[in-house]
Nanobody, 126 residues
């Protein structure tokens, strides 16, 4: 079992930055690929970024490339999402998720993730 707790959300002006954190409990954090997803009101949950267990491979949605960076600290069992140049369309609830994997890869498909956090609200004002 893995429990995930997100933090770092809030209200920010367009062009600003936020850093989300997701702390995991349980063993073998490095055996999990980690992903960030978001869901805006009235929309489906969408992929934002993912990182392999070692941190050696990262993946980002086209909509956030060049603005968002995913990273992880396996010693702290924490994954981060650095968000820069925020836009109003980034407003959503952001969720982190964990996917137990054998290989050092990560998936962008939400239904392949095993554990989810409760989410943290990010609101970008224009």
């Amino acid at each position: 079992q893995v429990q995930l707790v997100e933090s770092g959300g809030g209200l920010v002006q367009a062009g600003g930055s936020l850093r989300l954190s997701c702390a995991a409990s349980g063993r073998s954090f490095g055996s999990y690929a980690m992903g960030w997803f978001r869901q805006a009101p009235g929309k489906d949950r969408e992929f934002v970024a993912a990182i392999s267990g070692s941190g050696g491979r990262t993946y980002s949605a086209d909509s956030v490339k060049g603005r968002f960076t995913i990273s992880r600290d396996n010693a702290k069992s924490t994954v981060y999402l650095q968000m820069n140049s925020l836009k109003s369309e980034d407003t959503a609830i952001y969720y982190c998720a964990a996917d137990w994997v054998i290989f050092d890869i990560a998936t962008m498909k939400p239904n392949e993730y095993d554990y989810w956090g409760q989410g943290t609200q990010v609101t970008v004002s224009s």
